[in-house]
């Protein structure tokens, strides 16, 4: 028997014949929904009717001076440091804010810190606060554009203050119709690795959790269990994140009306739980060799999906070792490499960590130009970073969890080439091509491009101030 998240990834895979913006000839997938009409663009982030206590957010953000490849290692030698203001501001800047902004004829886009497939940014954060943490006490909402807290709900029980991370599966389906519901996981993932880098370097706790009640921190955030779901709980500081609500939230909106997708709705429900699991584990740290390098805050801010690599140029076989060993600490995902052109090493496809051959010799750009819906990043980066998971052996909840851990390994991939002088983007890809891409039979995940870039991105601003850009095109 398939379970609902086996049927959901079934129903949005990606094959050859069909357009991937054309939807699976199934009762169950949303069959009349245009996709991408811009006359029902969703909007960029939540909205609440009348006047609730809002808490500015400091704009001047606390600095740090580790380098981020050693942040990401788990070497850098941070001493800890207590959660105020300041810091928490950095967090959310980090990960959720508004870092750049591009003028279109029909919205001003507004570009977060973390990447989101399509830039759909389908993610809502919350803050909740118990009493006396110093902090502003109650459940808040993070609005990434004011870049302030507004409160929704009066303070909870518990011992941590906590970031709550939600999905919005409209924003994303909108374009990307029942497979938003893999990214929204991805963009979680891929936000977290942010997120919790700043943390490392700025001496802060922060422990990840994605087993947790559902339906009682659905209702902590107010949000709805069907346009609005939890995806992720980080606490703060050690002890029992606040959880536990003292009271009923103000729900919001999160469009006028966003449109439901059944499949989606089934596939997150059956992964829900009703008590609250451990935190994953961040690993052993990762003897890698670092020489300096900037912090975490400049390479974020740095960073940006990369929409041109040079094909002629390649990368060193160390530059490879250490952004995967260094991506996947801590973590269990099968991963493979198709090397295009890594000094070295011979092109082919290689099963990680093991480089001493390939499991497919031979060059893979027109195979990965194809693969991945004719899109010549996949073709022109030095190498690509694939996922890979047997999803008949996951539950419904592994399932989420597995396509936010590949999620996380794409940001912190992302993190470590800008940090190391490379670039990178996310990619997605045509399900059906995978085990003989792969050479077994496993589902693919996520992808991840890394090569030399053709442009510097223009750097993020600080809260308050994105900076302006002009969108570069992919070839
Ligand atoms: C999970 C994920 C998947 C992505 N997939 C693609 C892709 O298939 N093709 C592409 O050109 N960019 C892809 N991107 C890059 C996004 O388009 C990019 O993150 C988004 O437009 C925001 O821009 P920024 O990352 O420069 O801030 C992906 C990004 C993420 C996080």
Redesign the pocket.
């Known amino acids: 028997m398939e379970t609902a998240t086996q049927t959901l990834h079934r129903l949005t895979s990606y094959e050859p014949g069909r357009e991937w913006d054309e939807p699976v000839d199934d009762p169950r997938v949303v069959q009349d929904l245009e996709v991408n009409d811009l006359d029902r663009l969703p909007w960029f982030y939540k909205r609440y009717e009348g006047s609730l206590p809002r808490v500015s957010l400091p704009r001047d953000l606390p600095s740090t001076t580790a380098p981020a490849v050693a942040v990401l290692a788990g070497t850098a030698d941070v001493a800890p440091t207590d959660l105020d203001l300041p810091q928490l501001s950095r967090l959310l800047h980090l990960s959720a804010g508004v ?2 902004t591009t003028v279109r004829p029909y919205a001003t886009w507004l ?2 810190a ?6 759909r940014f389908p993610l809502e954060v919350y803050v909740t606060v118990p009493e006396g943490t110093g902090l502003p006490a109650g459940v808040h909402w993070y609005d990434p554009l004011d870049h302030a807290l507004v409160r929704i709900g009066p303070p909870p029980l518990g011992e941590a203050p906590a970031l709550v991370v939600t999905g919005i599966p409209w924003r994303t389906g909108w374009r990307y119709r029942e497979r938003g519901f893999r ?1 929204v996981y ?2 979680a993932g ?1 936000m977290l690795s942010q997120l919790l880098a700043a943390a490392d370097s700025a001496g802060l706790t922060a422990m990840l959790r994605t087993r947790f009640p559902d339906a009682a921190v659905t209702a902590l955030v107010g949000a709805d269990g069907v346009n609005e779901w939890p995806v992720a709980v980080v606490a703060l500081g050690d002890g029992m994140p606040a959880l536990d609500a003292s009271g009923v939230a103000t729900m919001g909106e999160v469009d006028e009306p966003p449109v439901e997708f059944p499949l989606v709705t089934a596939a997150q429900r059956a992964g829900d739980r009703d008590s609250l699991g451990p935190p994953w584990d961040r690993g052993a740290p990762v003897d890698v060799a670092v020489e300096g390098g900037d912090p975490i805050e400049t390479v974020v801010l740095a ?3 990369q ?1 041109r690599m040079d094909p002629d140029r390649g990368l060193p076989e160390s530059l490879l070792r250490t952004s995967m060993s260094v991506a996947l600490r801590g973590l269990d995902l099968p991963h493979v490499v198709v090397v295009h052109d890594v000094e070295g090493l011979a092109p082919g496809v290689y099963r990680w960590p093991d480089l001493s051959a390939p499991l497919r010799p031979g060059y893979m750009r027109d195979e990965l130009y194809r693969v ?2 004719d ?1 010549g ?1 996949a073709r022109d980066a030095a190498f690509v970073v694939i996922g890979a998971a047997d999803l008949s052996a996951l539950d419904d909840r592994q399932y989420r969890e597995a396509q936010l851990a590949a ?1 996380l390994v ?2 912190r991939l992302h993190l470590l080439a800008y940090a190391l002088g490379a670039s990178a ?4 890809f045509l399900d059906s091509e995978m085990p003989s891409l792969l050479g077994e039979p496993k589902d693919a995940l ?2 991840t491009c890394v090569g030399v870039p053709e442009y510097a ?1 223009a750097s993020g601003g600080s809260p308050g101030a994105p900076t302006d850009v002009h969108m570069v095109t ?1 070839r």
């Open positions: 870092v750049r570009f977060r973390a990447g989101s497939a399509g830039g990214h991805w963009d891929t960073r940006g999906s929409r991945c819906l899109q990043l999620g794409e940001g983007s996310g990619m997605t996520l992808f991105s992919p």
